[in-house]
């Protein structure tokens, strides 16, 4: 008992001259565990609601292939600076092939899945064309400009920063100064530290908010904004009819 009651002064001593000194006692825990998959995530706000039996192609299926997928492809075998994991490759049948040119006849998939794929392209408008063009319906996943600010690892990596509105993707060229984000590690040392904080939580709480998600249905609207001040747009008709439904 007396031993307590020592340990206890001793604490409150040490604390009253920690404090003094402008620090805290603060006990650490471990962090919360990342998801392990975004598949984790996903799940919870997407419904893909993809048919028994249904052909389901992932683009750019990498280290993480899409879980429901029947097929995938690739462009790069090797790791390059877009794709730090080794490739992972299972029984599933795997095609090498440019998101520009998918090797599949129109329509031939009954789901489409491309994340973390689209804000690399050089091409927005001719990569989604072909995802429309082979696929019946699928989902598109990018970074928001917020999270590639926040981790400032988008440059070198990344060209394009999306919003997603209704049935439309809007893709806006990168700024250099835009592509430094915060200029700082301050946030992806949080985020990835091994010692729990209460901004892990706010992040991986809100995977809606740090994503871009998209579900299509037979095609989808887009919008390419370039830093020359020019624009490119694909299946905007039904836009513009909306917009100006007296013209």
């Known amino acids: 008992m007396k031993l307590g009651i020592v340990k206890n002064w001793i ?36 419904e893909f609601n993809i048919p028994e039996g249904g052909r389901v192609l992932d683009i750019g299926s990498g280290g993480d292939p899409f879980p429901y997928a029947t097929v995938l492809v690739d462009r790069f075998l090797q790791q390059t600076k877009h794709r730090h994991e080794p490739l992972r490759r299972d029984a599933r049948h795997f095609v090498v092939a440019d998101i520009y040119s998918l090797p599949f006849r129109d329509k031939y998939f009954d789901f489409v899945y491309c994340s973390h794929l689209l804000e690399h392209v050089d091409d927005p408008i001719k990569a989604c064309k072909e995802i429309i063009r082979v696929g019946k319906r699928g989902y598109i996943e990018t970074p928001t400009f917020g999270k590639d600010a926040l981790f400032a690892w988008a440059k070198g990596m990344h060209k394009w920063h999306v919003v997603s509105i ?9 700024t250099p100064r835009q592509l430094e984000g915060i200029r700082s590690t301050a946030w992806l040392d949080i985020i990835f530290s091994k010692w729990y904080h209460p901004l892990q939580d706010a992040f991986n709480g809100n995977p809606d908010v740090f994503n871009v998600m998209l579900t299509w249905e037979d095609l989808f609207t887009v919008f390419v904004f370039h830093l020359d001040g020019s624009t490119e747009t694909l299946n905007t008709g039904n836009v513009a009819q909306n917009a100006f439904p007296d013209s």
């Open 11 to 46: 604490k409150q001593k040490l604390t009253g001259l920690l404090l003094n000194q402008g620090y805290a006692m603060v006990r650490r825990r471990p962090a919360v565990t990342l998801h392990g998959s975004r598949y984790e995530y996903q799940r919870r706000f997407v």
């Open 166 to 174: 209704a049935n439309t993707l809007c893709f806006f060229e990168y």
